[in-house]
T-cell receptor
Framework: QQQVKQSPQSLIVQKGGISIINCAYE??????FPWYQQFPGKGPALLIA?????SEKKEGRFTISFNKSAKQFSLHIMDSQPGDSATYFC????????????FGAGTQVVVTP | SQTIHQWPATLVQPVGSPLSLECTVE??????LYWYRQAAGRGLQLLFY??????ISSEVPQNLSASRPQDRQFILSSKKLLLSDSGFYLC???????????FGPGTRLTVT
C-alpha cells in the first residue's frame, strides 16, 4: 500500500508556465517531506524539502506548499523551462525510521519550448 | 564534501549468474545506507537499508542480499539472477537523524 500518493502521473506545460504536482499522505507521524528531481539515466537529486512547522518554502523557482490539516503538499515550478523536463518524486519520512523515505509514484514533467 | 560512487554503471548478465554491485561514500562517517530498485518508468522501491557495519534490514523478501563490510561500503548481491531482477539500482546515504537522502548515479542491470 502506497503511503504517499502523487498526481498527476504526467504533465505537459509550456515554457514560462507553472507546473504543479500534488502529493497526499495518511500517516500523521511523517515529519519530513522532500522532493526529488530525476533526469533519465541519473540518480534522483534532492530538490527542496519542508517540515510541517511551516506552510511554504521557496527556493528559486521551486516552491513547496504544505497543508497539514489536509495532509497534502505540493511542488510548484514557476516560469518552467525546458531544462526542468524530468521526473519529480515526492517523499515522506518520520523520526525514528532510520531515514527511510516513502516515495510517491513520480510525475513526468515535459516543458515545451 | 560528500560523494557517493556506484559501479559498475551498466551491467548485462545472463539468468542464473551471480551479481555484485558496489556503493561507496566519501566525506562522511557512519552514514545510513540504502539500496533501491527502480523499474523502467516506475517509482523507487527500497530493498535494504543499513545503520552500521554488518547491520542490514530487508524491506522486500526476494532474490537479493546486501552486506556492509566497511563503514562507507554497501554491496548488493545475488547468487542467481532472475529476469525480474532487471532494473536501475540506486544506492543512497543519509546522516543519522537526518531525513536528507542523497543518491548515487545508479547501475543499470539487464538480465538476459
Amino acid at each position: 500500500q502506497q503511503q504517499v500518493k502523487q498526481s498527476p502521473q504526467s504533465l505537459i506545460v509550456q515554457k514560462g508556465g507553472i507546473s504543479i504536482i500534488n502529493c497526499a499522505y495518511e500517516n500523521t507521524a511523517f515529519d519530513y517531506f522532500p522532493w526529488y528531481q530525476q533526469f533519465p539515466g541519473k540518480g534522483p537529486a534532492l530538490l527542496i524539502a519542508i517540515r510541517p512547522d511551516v506552510s511554504e518554502k521557496k527556493e528559486g523557482r521551486f516552491t513547496i506548499s504544505f497543508n497539514k490539516s489536509a495532509k497534502q503538499f505540493s511542488l510548484h515550478i514557476m516560469d518552467s523551462q525546458p531544462g526542468d523536463s524530468a521526473t519529480y518524486f515526492c517523499a515522506a519520512s518520520m523520526q525514528n525510521s532510520w531515514g527511510k523515505l516513502q516515495f510517491g509514484a513520480g510525475t513526468q514533467v515535459v516543458v515545451t519550448p | 564534501s560528500q560523494t557517493i560512487h556506484q559501479w559498475p554503471a551498466t551491467l548485462v548478465q545472463p539468468v542464473g549468474s551471480p551479481l555484485s554491485l558496489e556503493c561507496t561514500v566519501e566525506g562522511t562517517s557512519n552514514p545510513n545506507l540504502y539500496w533501491y530498485r527502480q523499474a523502467a518508468g516506475r517509482g523507487l522501491q527500497l530493498l535494504f537499508y543499513s545503520v552500521g557495519i554488518g547491520q542490514i534490514s530487508s524491506e522486500v523478501p526476494q532474490n537479493l542480499s546486501a552486506s556492509r563490510p566497511q563503514d562507507r561500503q554497501f554491496i548488493l548481491s545475488s547468487k542467481k539472477l532472475l529476469l525480474s531482477d532487471s532494473g536501475f539500482y540506486l544506492c543512497a546515504w543519509s546522516l543519522p537523524g537526518s531525513g536528507e537522502q542523497y543518491f548515487g548515479p545508479g547501475t543499470r542491470l539487464t538480465v538476459t
